[in-house]
Every structure is written in C-alpha cells, then in structure tokens.
C-alpha cells in the first residue's frame, strides 16, 4: 500500500505492531486448539462436499430470508483448498489469517507514532478483543466466521481510503463492499464505512469508488427485495431478549403482534446500548435484574463499569470536538469518531427483527478504536497540564484497563470452555444429526464417511477439562 | 513520579502482564509446555461422571469396556475415590445425556444396575434422570432401601 499522506512510522509504530501481533498470537494459540462448533459447521462442510462452485451459486444465492453467495462460495474454496482431506487445519488456517489481518489494520488505523499513542493502544486492543460482541466472532467458525470476514472488509475500506488516492484503491475498496454485502447482510456496513470517511474528506478512495460502491448496494437492494423477493427477518421469525427474559415466538407475537414497530425500536435502542454499557445483553437487562435481585456477579460488574467508563471518555471527548464538527471540519481522529458514530447507528438500525450480539460486532470494532483516541487525548491533555492532578485520571485508566484485562481473559476462558462442549456435540454428531443423515447419503456418496472423519478428529483432539478450573474463577468469568 | 509516567503505569500495567502472559503461552506451546491446555488422564467412569463424551469416545473406540466398574478420583464425584461403572458415574451428572450415549456404545443395564442407578438418582435428586428412567420403562421405582449403592 502506498503510505498515507505524512506519516511516518517509528520505533513506537513497530512496538504497536508487535504488542498487537502478540496478542492476536496468544489468541490463535486458543483458536488453534478449539474444536468448532458442530451447528452450521458440520451441514456447512457437507455442503461444500456435495456441491460445486457453480451447484452452490446456483442453488444457493438466495434462501429464506438471507442472501449470501458469497459466504457459501468462500466456504466451498476453502474447502477445494485442503490438501488430503485436512479441512479442519484450512479453516482454522483462514480463521487465523483473518484475525490477525484484523489486529494489524486495526492498530495501522490507530497510527500510533509516540509514546503517548503507544500507551493508549494496548487498552483499546483489549477492549476490541474482550467486548461481549467479539466473543462468537471469534470463537465459531461456520466453518468461515462471516462476522469476522465483516470486520476485515471495514477495518480494508476505511484503510484503503486513508491512503493516497490511486484506482486501485477504488478498485479493491468497491470488490470488498461487494463482497461483504453478498457474504451477510451486515456487509452493508462496510459500504457506510467507506460512504462516511468519503463525506468527512479521506480521499484514498475517489467518488468514482464510493459512486461504484453504492450502485453495488443499490443493486443488492433491488434484487433481494424487488427481483428475488427474499425479504428480510421480522417479528416472530426467532426468539429474542426483551426486558428480563428471552421470549419465544409466540410471547413476541402476543406482545407486538399489533405493533410490531414497538419490538424494532427496543432492537434498535438495545443494540446501541449493549455496545455503550454492555446492559442490556441480547435485549435482556441482565445487570439491571442481577441489582434487583441483591446478587451482583463480578463479571457483570466488570462488564458494566468497563463500558460505562469507557463510553464516558468517549462521549467526553467527543463533547470538545462538536463545536468544530458544526464547521465541517474534520481532523484524522474526528473521522474515526465519526465513523463510529455511523456504523453504531447502521448497525443498530439492521438489527431491528432480534437481537444478537455478534451482529453489533463491527460497531463494538469501532468503539475500541474510538476509546484508543479518548485514552490517548487524556494521556496528552496530562502531558501538558503539569498542574492536573494525576490521581484523577490514573485510577479510573487503572480501573479501566483492568477491567479490559479481565475481559479479554474472559474470552480466553470462553474459548476454552466451548472446546470442551464443542468436543462432546462433536462425540454425538451422528446421533444429533440423525433426522439428516439420509440428507447426507443423497448429497454425497462419502458423506457419512467426511462426518466420521471429522468427528474422529475432533475426539482425539485435547481439550481442557472444566472441572480442573477453580471454582472462584467462574465467578469472574462471563458465561453468556 | 510524574503524573504522565503515573498515568501510563495505571494504563500499561494490566494490558501488560496479560500480553506477556500471551506470549508465554505461545512460546510455552511452542516448547511444548501447555499449562492452560491441557488434559488429565481419565478413565471412563471418570469421563462419564464428567460428561465428558468425547473421551468417552475416543476410549470406547480405543477398545475400553462400557460395562468395566473403574475408580473415580476424588473430588470427581465424591471426596473419596469410589469404584463404579460409567453409567453409574453418569448419574453424577444429574442428566441422562451421558447414560444416553454410554447405552449407545454398547453399555448394558440390567435390572439391578438399574435399579442402582434409579436409586442414585432419587437420592441425588436428579429429577431429570429420574424422569428418563420412568419414561424408558415402565417397572416403577425399586424398594432403594435394600438396593446396595456406591453412595
């Protein structure tokens, strides 16, 4: 990539790097080690086994409700590619791939040049890594996580616009919104990614990109709901959070049946408020109950004041910034800020039909980007300011890292508790699956012999052993 | 201290004890040292008292007995080791998933591991294999005051 107009990296820009890498490292150590889930990923690879590229395009650019050519494409490539039948380890291999391209241009946006920018960054790699909604963004595979690959599209078109203009760049940013976009349906993000830092003034990628783009979503748009007519999930399709619980079909029918619009704006709030304080989860105010019950977990308090905190620093940052947004005036940080903005509010608006918080997890992305500049904006502001007392802003950094810290660790508890699960649904994938198996005969020839294949790999796989974990430890350990 | 050097240590100092704890555990791996994955040996009662299907498994098709009483470990399921067959350390489970799987891969239960097992069940309180077994057959509880059990 040509460099962006003055910049410069330095030692602190390597350093960033490589913390970074080390902990997309010490990430890929667990992924390495974690079975996948057998829901989706199993009936995915069968998939990929019976069907060609050109059988899967055909058959499966649209399905109920969902049009995603792309991620059905990318999994039977994926699955083309394992050479001698190890498509356990080619997945995994593309799963890694994209984590760690995540960490490296989501640290290249952050443009971390001093010592100041340096300290800023390891909080907000945490707060990417250890928000709720990155959880089974990184953890399941389907066998390809198509939330993860969203992230990478947006994290690319946001980077390829900050560097110099070029048409390659228009190019490559117009394939990864199309891409997106066909992969699932919040690849419309990656497309308001690139729209927003276009009308905040990055030219890396011209009108020409950005007006290619928008034909691309206008087309999508067009053929899902006026051509295709696959439409879209609403009201009574899935089961949701709402209020103190989650509520089936039939209690969202009995509850909004009238007025469905009532149950979208809970979604839309829901999602937004989930990133900002973690509460609710899923739609269900789960630390709000845990008060009023007199029984608060740690974990939740740890979730709860992560977020609170951070989201203060931000909204408080963004506050000295608003007077020249009025002006339209826009420094680097105050499109990252923006960006933020935009992608939260998207994000929330397409997750009207129920709530689910890998869904929000570009907007969770974001948000630790934008944490890293309230952070780093403090740390100068005490810089300059001799006469500010530091006891002020080094407890709540300390409580705010910690609780960041504490999180991030909760992933890696996770990632080791759904191995052992995924391990055991694995052990039973046969008997799970038996309403499908004559599915399975019917598709493929070898079918049942890929699943005994897969199953007997997962088995012989170790993993650690819940009850070998301290007891007190699960109070701290977030087990949604 | 300044406040700058203050404030850097209040941000730093969580991240980077976990980034290195990151890096330990790869290099760790690497020298083939997994302190945060790794996996105690287990027999099959002790894997069925643990759910833990997949060892189970993996030692059925290694060519262990389903049937063979074996020693569980304590505090697997008591805090004294006690010597019982995988389903009845299934029991330790309180669901009948275990039970389940174990029948599937050739475990046999006869009237009085039956009887044992329902036993166990009831005075464990776990309903929901109580509940399995009252739906598998239809012979009604044992007397459990003269059913010998191994708690």
Known sequence: MSPPPGSGATAWSRAAYAWALAVGAGLAYFLIRMPYQVSDDLEHILIAQAQSAWDILVTRYATVES???????????????????????TFKAVHLAELLATVVLFVRLLRVRTAVDFTALPVALLALVGMHTFSVTVREGYPVNHFMTVLLCCLVVVNLADLRPHWWHDLAAVLTCAYALFTIETGVLVWICLATVYAMGWRGVSIRGVIAATTIVLAYLMLRFMVLDVGTRTLGVTSSGYGFSVRNTGELAALFGDAPWKFYVYNIVCSALTVLFSEPRAGVFQFTQFVVRGSVPPWSVVNVVASTLSTTLIATNMLSRLRRWQRWTFERDDVLLLVFVAVLGANSAISYPYLKEVVMSPAGMFYAIALFIAVRDLLYRLRAQTSFSPVWVAVPLLVLSTAWSL?????????????????????????????????????????????????????????????TMPRWTRA????? | MKPFAL??????????????????????????WEPLWNEPTLNLAEAAALNDRGTIQRLIAAGADPNAPAPVRPPILKSQEIVVTPLEAAVGTRTPTTIEFLLARGAGMDARERAVMLCLAMKDEAREIVDFFEKESSDGHPD???VPTPW
């Open chain 1, 67 to 89: 049009m995603r050519p792309a991620m059905w494409l990318t999994q039977n490539a994926v699955f083309e590619l394992a050479v001698g039948g190890r498509y356990f380890p």
């Open chain 1, 407 to 467: 999180r991030a660790v909760t992933l890696v508890q996770t990632l080791r508790t759904s191995a052992f699960v995924n391990r055991n649904d694995w052990a039973a994938a046969e008997e799970r699956q038996d309403d499908v198996r004559p599915h399975w005969r019917e598709r493929h020839r070898d079918a049942e012999r890929l699943v005994r294949q897969l199953r007997g790999e997962v088995v012989n796989m170790p993993v650690p052993q819940p009850y």
């Open chain 1, 476 to 480: 701290w350990v977030d087990p949604y």
């Open chain 2, 7 to 32: 404030a850097a240590t209040a941000a730093l100092a969580a991240p980077a004890l976990l980034t290195l704890a990151a890096v330990v555990v790869v290099v760790g791996a690497l020298a083939g």
């Open chain 2, 144 to 146: 459990c005051e003269h």
